[in-house]
């Protein structure tokens, strides 16, 4: 990218068409429009067409584009996401569950580190695989090339500055401003009434609900969600458990065999808005898929929760119980996680304020890439 040098700098951002990616974007568009950069945002307009309410920024503007599905898009089913890795043919080989694998940047991981998909066949004629090898490419072939990261530098330091040949920047999180100041800025593609959960969020106590949440895109097994239920109904607490509709529009909790003592217990919604769930005082802790977006959300506001797997690949009632119990607790491991999330939860939001280490290295690219000099 060239230096500007005395024209106004204006700064094109394609999207990829999902939910996880148009509110992350909304914000780092806001960011740099407060640099005094111009945004303009692009996406398919069979996304575009679907979100409800378009935020109205000075700064800002929208240019939707035809990918041939105008009106008629689909989202794949989980099973036609993958991504890429090049220690995928190790984990498929590699038969200890306790194998340490040591990665540059990084703390020693296990298997259980890793997203499950690392350990399925990757087929690479697969879009997806396609389309992260010529990302790569591309850097390779540039000459000391910048990669902004919806990270920061507090939780991530070393990883960041382990590639040698790509400079990344870590300009995040960026979530939701909600979680740093307003939730006037976002936008939804899918209609959420507030009413059908809120209040019932509103009558429960402190910290006390469970909010479960795999994304907008993963699916789980039918035994999965048993097991999750049954763990649920052992712990024997509140909680607010997202089930999207099937690919047919199908309610996947109609073949819960627990399905009636869960509704005594909790509530069951096909879909909520994560930020205001998240922000709740009512909620004590999220049990999530590990998406990067839930994953920062749950860093900026509450304590998540990891679980094992079991043999089988699936995790179970009890372990579901142990974990939750250990969260919720007041016993001194709760406790410590409870003091982690704080401390991590100040460190996201002291990096996004005007002196915070996010702010800083965005204004100093922005300077420097976009506006043509250094200060």
Known sequence: MKNLKNEKSHVLIALFPGQGQINPCLHFSKQLINLGIGVTLTMSLSAFSKILKLPNVEGLSFAPFSDGYDGKFQLSSADDFHILTDYSDYFKNCDAKDKITKLPGLPPLSPIDFPSFVFDDVDSSNWTVKSIK??????????????????????????????????????????????????????????????????WLNSKDKGSVIYIAFGSYSEISSQLMEEIGHGLLKCGRPFLWVIREGQDGDKMEENLSS??????????????????????????????????????????????????????????????NRCITIVMGDGEEGEELKRNVKKWSDLAKEAMKENGTSSVNLKAFANEILLGHNE
């Not at 991530?156 to 401003?177: C, N, Q, W, Y």
């Not at 977006?293 to 998540?304: F, P, V, Y």
């Open 134 to 199: 010529r990302q790569i490419e591309m850097l390779s072939s540039e000459e000391n090339p910048r990669v902004l990261v919806n990270t920061f530098d507090a939780l991530e330091f070393d990883a960041l500055r382990i590639l040698k040949h790509v400079t990344m920047v870590g300009i995040g999180p960026s979530i939701p401003s909600t979680f740093l100041d307003d939730n006037t800025f976002r936008a939804d593609m899918i209609e959420i009434s507030l009413k059908n959960y809120m209040n």
């Open 259 to 320: 399905k009636d003592e869960l509704e005594k217990q909790g509530k069951i919604v096909s879909w909520c808005s994560q930020v205001e769930v998240l922000k709740h005082p009512s909620v004590g802790c999220f049990l999530t898929h590990c998406g990067w977006n839930s994953t920062l959300e749950s860093i900026a506001s509450k304590n998540d929760v990891r679980v094992n797997v079991s043999e089988g690949g699936i995790v179970e009632r009890d372990e579901f």
